[in-house]
């Protein structure tokens, strides 16, 4: 390993490319730290960065982190190492979330190497999908990806499909009223210039999309009870493709695990040509959170509902500087 030591600024575009995943209205609570010693990257909780009210548990926290993790196993993968990762090692210290230690060179096991090229390209698309088809290969691809990480991926349809689009719409209507919720908003939405020009965090007027004038897509209205001039109103899919996220328990443990492959999905899902957006609100509030689980056999913990299509291109929201979220141990 001494002869394969990484320079600051390979560590820098590690953390660069881990940086690069989804979190909860883009509070990117992580923070990262290497050890040169032990060659092994920790990956923290930033709990100054959580959702008091609609994520009080800090369960949607865990998995942005998740997905954070993921990305650094995919771009160690991609720079040719192997890995091994641990979950909540430390159980005195609650912000450590998991390490990465750096086994060898020219292993990659998993076949995470590949995804690589979709993290700059994955961006969270709040715009109207095409009323396509996702091709059933591709759902298998998807679903077995979630798989790798230990987590079920499934399609609901029918009625079941109709029952979740219900139980997103009444979530989204309760949160335009919740003084809580406008809250989260209000400190992570950023209402144009000079803001969106010097925020590396939030989402940004130019990213809420156009507002819902129509169809079925389980839509959150990231201006909230706030005007935002000149944003249009537009019809999306009436018929919207739905992916839910489950595990078997509900820890800490388990919502890293979903982070890992929500974001593996949402990776793989850019390669084949799709787009994705999130549809949280009802994960937002216990009583309509469990009603989404599987109907057939009433087990499982949902986790996340993706919102799955071919979207226009759509750009990248801004990300915190590296310098901010990374420290280099001896």
Not at 13 to 23: E, F, I, M, Q
Not at 171 to 188: I, P
Not at 249 to 254: F, I, K, T
Not at 267 to 283: D, I, M, N, V, Y
Request: charged share 25%; glycine share 8%.
């Amino acid at each position: 390993m001494s002869g394969h030591r990484l320079s600051d600024a390979d560590v820098a575009a590690l953390v660069r490319d881990a940086a690069a995943a989804p979190s909860m209205h883009n509070a990117q609570p992580w923070r990262f730290r290497y050890h040169r010693r032990e060659h092994t990257f920790e990956v923290r909780a930033d709990f100054g960065r959580a959702m008091p009210h609609a994520d009080p548990d800090t369960r949607a926290l865990h998995l942005g982190c998740g997905a954070a993790l993921l990305n650094l196993r995919v771009a160690l993968a991609h720079a040719g190492w192997r890995t091994e990762t641990l979950l909540l090692p430390d159980p005195t210290d609650r912000a450590l979330l998991a390490t990465v230690r750096l086994t060898g060179r020219d292993g990659d096991p998993g076949g995470l190497a590949a995804l690589h090229p979709a993290i700059p390209r994955r961006h969270t698309n709040r715009y109207p999908f095409e009323e396509r088809d996702i091709p059933a290969d591709v759902r298998s691809a998807l679903a077995a990806a979630a798989q790798a990480e230990g987590v079920t991926l499934a399609f609901p349809s029918s009625w079941h499909l109709q029952e979740v689009l219900e139980l997103a719409r009444e979530a989204e209507t309760r949160n335009l009223t919740d003084r809580g919720s406008d809250e989260d908003l209000a400190r992570w939405t950023r209402g144009g210039a000079p803001q969106e020009s010097t925020a590396g965090d939030g989402v940004p007027s130019y990213a809420f999309g156009p507002r819902l004038r129509g169809g079925k897509a389980p839509m959150r209205d990231f201006a909230g009870t706030r005007r935002t001039p000149g944003r249009a109103a537009t019809d999306f899919e009436r018929n919207p493709h739905l992916a839910l996220l489950s595990t078997p328990r509900d820890h800490p443990e388990d919502w890293l695990r979903a982070g890992q492959a929500m974001e593996r999905v949402l990776l793989l899902a850019t390669l084949e040509g799709l787009s994705g957006s999130f549809a949280t609100q009802p994960l937002e509030w216990t009583d309509l959170r469990w009603p989404l689980r599987d109907p057939v056999t009433g087990r499982g913990c949902p986790q996340m509902v993706l919102r799955l299509g071919y979207g226009p291109p759509v750009p990248a929201t801004p990300r915190r500087p590296v310098p901010d979220i990374v420290e280099i141990l001896p």
